[in-house]
């Protein structure tokens, strides 16, 4: 999954650490560029050639937005592919949007039928639901959202940690069929927004209006003001995220293990408590069941007559003996992605290698053949993901996130270890074995593959004897793992993507969120 994207809602103490040295002049509303920008190369390698993979995409979602356009993982499959072309790298350019003074990450990026961007940016007081349009990423819209307690007693308590660690508020949500944001807001309340135009004597403006608010606070505690030991403490449970089944009953999450549906014709809402377990991840959905991962097992769910959540199957998995750095808990860093002849794959916490895990789903699995395959990735004692793995055809692509825990852990020319691994489940289904490893470092993106041209996209960022920090949009072959090209987004901490994703708009434009805004690559032309 995407881990704790949107946890820039403002961390003064990182403040001081983002100006090193005079930070050279940008444009109005650009994001200011730190010093080393013209020090470092700008783009690398050459334009690619489109090369769409064949292969059939997710199952379209009857109550989500067309696939690619839905939300962080592109599809109610968590498959983090789009169906049209990235940029192939013919010399892209890039424009940025600064949304805040301080912080202003705009994450989760989704596209209406009329192509403009839906999301939802932190900022120092709360998150906001905004409207852009895609070319000069000006704001149309905005809707305040209430401010998360865990923002609100970092700053208070100068323990700047819980921002990190808290990926409830807003973090994740959906658009669905009718360009309608749904999403649970840090009250404990789902809410259902619609944007449309408004024509007044000056001709008109965009707005936001919330068309549905289920309160949840009957079901899930909701006093959080206190939190201890970076956890929510036992009168509060924020909602981690909410999809929709394909009935239409929407589906969520809590921090403390509770699984809940509301039903959107009679707000009816139903859960059930998954007692000592905590979810930190969005989940998948498919026709047969609701796929969801906790810190000790993955879920397979349906719902009883009454909507209330019912567990099909329930997986184990090596949660290992701790948090690595480049996690948020001990646990597994992803959502599930839904692939294949009915396969559910995520990763483990392995002590010393990270595995990548394919099951087979469905309550009807017998528990000996539940196991397709487990497949160690990385190098010993430095292999973590806290991001959505890439499936397409029986294909799957993991990044390594160890050593990433947030902007000021990469100041003065660090990086990760990195590395990229593509695994293919055998096409008989009788174990999966490695095609190829890259030695991409991307510390903490939500990568994305174009089937369009056959690219894959990442946040890349490698160290630097000069201490500088330079952010690149980076292109590889989907087929070969080879880098073809990759192009310069800004330098500095105002540029590192945090754990938001790339998101490939239908315009060809990659778009990544960054600490202080937005950032978009398209090809010139």
């Known amino acids: 999954m995407f881990r704790r994207a949107l946890n820039c809602a ?36 050459a334009p690619a050639a489109a090369a769409p993979l064949p292969g059939a995409a997710p199952p379209q979602h009857p109550f989500l937005a067309p696939n690619g356009r839905s939300g962080m993982h592109s599809d109610a499959a968590g498959s983090a592919t789009s169906p049209w072309s990235g940029p192939l790298g013919k010399d892209p350019q890039v424009t940025s949007e600064k949304i805040a003074a301080l912080g202003g990450e705009c994450a989760t990026a ?9 999301t939802v940016c932190g900022t120092f007081s709360g998150f906001k639901v905004k409207l852009l349009e895609p070319r000069t990423l000006a704001t149309l819209a905005e809707y305040q959202l209430p401010q998360r307690p865990s923002t609100v007693e970092a700053i208070t308590s100068l323990d700047f940690a819980k921002i990190f660690k808290d990926t409830s508020g807003g973090a994740y949500f959906y658009l669905d069929d009718q360009d309608r944001a749904v999403l649970a807001d840090s009250r404990q309340h789902v809410l259902r927004l619609a944007h449309a135009w408004h024509p007044d004597a000056s001709g008109g403006s965009w707005k936001f209006t919330v068309t549905d608010d289920w309160d949840l606070t009957g079901q899930v505690p909701h006093d959080c003001v206190g939190w201890t030991n970076l956890r929510p403490s036992g009168t509060c449970d924020p909602v981690t995220s909410v999809m929709p089944d394909w009935d239409g009953r929407i589906w969520w999450v809590t921090r403390q293990g509770r699984v809940g549906t509301v039903d959107p014709a009679s707000g009816r809402i139903r859960s059930i408590r998954l007692e000592g377990e905590e979810i930190q991840n969005s989940f998948s959905v498919a026709e047969d069941g609701v796929s969801i991962v906790t ?67 469905g309550a009807d699995v017998p528990a000996d053949r539940r196991l397709v395959c487990r497949v160690p990735v990385f190098g010993p004692g430095a292999s973590t993901t806290d991001n959505s793995l890439i499936t397409w055809g029986n294909s799957i692509v993991v990044e390594n996130n160890y050593g990433y825990e947030n902007p000021a852990s990469l100041l003065l020319g660090k990086s990760v270890v990195g590395g990229v691994t593509r695994i293919d489940v055998r096409a008989d289904g009788s174990g999966c074995d490695t095609v190829w490893e890259s030695p991409v470092r991307a510390p903490s993106v939500v990568p994305k593959l174009s089937t369009g041209n056959g690219l894959l996209y990442f946040y890349e960022k490698e160290p630097s004897v000069w201490g500088i920090d330079s952010w690149y949009l980076t292109a590889v072959d989907f087929r070969t793992g080879e880098r073809r090209w990759r192009r310069l987004t800004g330098t500095g901490p ?19 969120g960054v600490f202080n805004g937005i950032v978009a690559v398209r090809d010139r032309g």
């Not at 989704?110 to 839906?118: A, E, H, I, P, Q």
């Not at 993955?298 to 009454?306: A, E, M, Q, V």
């Not at 105002?494 to 990544?512: F, K, R």
């Open 110 to 118: 989704t596209f209406d039928s009329g192509g403009r961007l839906v």
């Open 295 to 361: 810190d000790h097992a993955l879920y397979g769910f349906r719902t009883r007559p009454d909507g209330t959540p019912e567990t099909q199957w329930r997986q184990t998995y090596d949660r290992g003996t701790g948090t690595k750095p480049g996690s948020v808990n001990q646990g597994s860093g992803t959502t599930p992605d839904l692939f294949g002849d009915g396969y559910v794959a995520i990763t483990d916490n392995a002590d010393d290698r990270m595995n990548v895990l394919v099951y087979r789903r």
């Open 494 to 512: 105002l540029y590192d993507n945090n754990w938001a994703p790339i998101t490939l708009g239908p315009d060809g434009t990659a778009y990544v």
């Open 10 to 45: 403002v961390v003064p103490a990182l403040a001081a650490l983002t100006v090193i040295g005079p930070i050279a002049p940008a444009q109005a509303d650009e994001i200011p560029q730190a010093p080393g920008h013209r020090l470092v190369s700008h783009y690398e390698g």
